[in-house]
């Protein structure tokens, strides 16, 4: 079956970074478009960023010029590096692979932005 599983949330200071990996199985992860979204407490589902199976990349303006997607397919895993974090950034960040019209998604992880 599907799995996706986030990891690399936790605890940073104003300012610092954090690496978040999403590890793919059960799927052809290099053909299919992958993203991060966020939800804080209290507030909607939000896509943060997004890259295609060919490697273009969307980001939202909140984000843009701090945070970067990327993947690798050999290890069937994408990531989001996260620069210069903010505390309005923090939020259970998950994974998402839509395939053939169906969405999958992981656990989540934290990520929680505090001096």
């Known amino acids: 079956q599907v799995q996706l599983v986030e990891s690399g949330g936790g605890l940073v200071q104003p300012g610092g970074s954090l690496r978040l990996s999403c590890a793919a199985s059960g799927i052809i992860f290099s053909v299919h478009p992958m993203a991060w979204y966020r939800q804080a407490p209290g507030k909607q589902l939000e896509l943060v960023a997004r890259i295609s199976s060919g490697g273009n990349t969307y980001y939202a303006d909140s984000v843009k010029g701090r945070f970067s997607i990327s993947r690798d397919n050999a290890k069937n895993t994408g990531y989001l590096q996260m620069n210069s974090l903010k505390p309005e950034y923090t939020a259970v960040y998950y994974c998402?692979?839509?395939?053939?019209?169906?969405?999958?998604w992981g656990q989540g992880t934290q990520v929680t932005v505090s001096s």
């Open positions: 998402n692979v839509p395939r053939y019209g169906y969405e999958y």
